[in-house]
C-alpha cells in the first residue's frame, strides 16, 4: 500500500512552453502533497505544500505564478512549469502524507519527474 | 532559522566496514525521519524517532534521536554493496507537523 505515482516521468520541453506534472496517491487519500525540486547530487528542496481544496504554500523563493499547483482532490495534486526556460530543468519529486491520523508523518514519494527544458 | 545539518557530505567504504551519518538541529525537534534515496530513484522512509533518546535498530541499521532532540545518527554495521544510496534525515518541528526540513544528505559509496 501507499503508492504514489507521477506523471510523466520525464519530458523534453521548448523554452517558453508549459509542462504539467501530475502526482496521485494510488491507495490512500492524501489531504496534503509536498512538490520538491531536486538538483544532480543535492538534496530536496520544497517547493510548496498543496493543500486540498485550498490554495498552495509555497516556499520562500519559489514563484507562485511560475509554479502552478493545483490539488483538485484527495488523490491528485498537479505542478505546472509556466513559460519553462532552461534554468527550470530538474528533478521535481512530489510526495504525499496519508490523511489517516496514526499514519499522516510518513511521507510517501512518487518516482519523480525529469524536465529538461531545451 | 530552522535548519538540519547533516555529515558528512561523502562516505567511501569497504565493504564490511561500518558508516555513520549524522544530523544536527540548533533548535529541538519534535521528531526527525530518515530516507534513503538509490542512484536514479526516489526517497523512501525508513524510520521515525519521537522520543528524547530514542534508540531503533532494523537488521544493521541503527537509529538514534538525542536526549535533547536537537541531533540524530544513522549507524548501518558492516555495510553492504547494497547500502548504496544517498541517506537524508528530515525534521520537524513543533508548530509545523507535516512540514519536513531536509538535511543534504550523505552519499555512501561501498567497494566490494
Known amino acids: 500500500g501507499a503508492v504514489v505515482s507521477q506523471h510523466p516521468s520525464w519530458v523534453i520541453c521548448k523554452s517558453g512552453t508549459s509542462v504539467k506534472i501530475e502526482c496521485r496517491s494510488l491507495d490512500f487519500q492524501a489531504t496534503t502533497m509536498f512538490w520538491y525540486r531536486q538538483f544532480p547530487k543535492q538534496s530536496l528542496m520544497l517547493m510548496a505544500t498543496s493543500n486540498e481544496g485550498s490554495k498552495a504554500t509555497y516556499e520562500q523563493g519559489v514563484e507562485k505564478d511560475k509554479f502552478l499547483i493545483n490539488h483538485a482532490s484527495l488523490t491528485l495534486s498537479t505542478l505546472t512549469v509556466t513559460s519553462a526556460h532552461p534554468e527550470d530543468s530538474s528533478f521535481y519529486i512530489c510526495?504525499?502524507?496519508?490523511?489517516?491520523?496514526?499514519?499522516?508523518?510518513?511521507?510517501?514519494f512518487g518516482p519523480g519527474t525529469r524536465l529538461t527544458v531545451l | 532559522g530552522q535548519q538540519v545539518m547533516q555529515i558528512p557530505q561523502y562516505q567511501h567504504v569497504q565493504e564490511g566496514e561500518d558508516f555513520t551519518t549524522y544530523c544536527n538541529s540548533s533548535?529541538?525537534?519534535?521528531?526527525i525521519q530518515w530516507y534513503k534515496q538509490r542512484p536514479g530513484g526516489h526517497p523512501v522512509f525508513l524510520i521515525q524517532?519521537?522520543?528524547s533518546g530514542e534508540v531503533k535498530k532494523q537488521k544493521r541499521l541503527t537509529f538514534q534521536f538525542g536526549e535533547a532532540k536537537k541531533n540524530s545518527s544513522l549507524h548501518i554495521t558492516a555495510t553492504q554493496t547494497t547500502d548504496v544510496g544517498t541517506y537524508f534525515c528530515a525534521g520537524r518541528y513543533a508548530g509545523n507537523n507535516r512540514k519536513l526540513i531536509w538535511g543534504l544528505g550523505t552519499s555512501l559509496a561501498v567497494n566490494p
Open positions: 533548535t529541538t525537534l519534535s521528531n
Open positions: 524517532l519521537v522520543k
Open positions: 510526495s504525499a502524507s496519508p490523511t489517516s491520523s496514526h499514519s499522516y508523518n510518513e511521507q510517501f
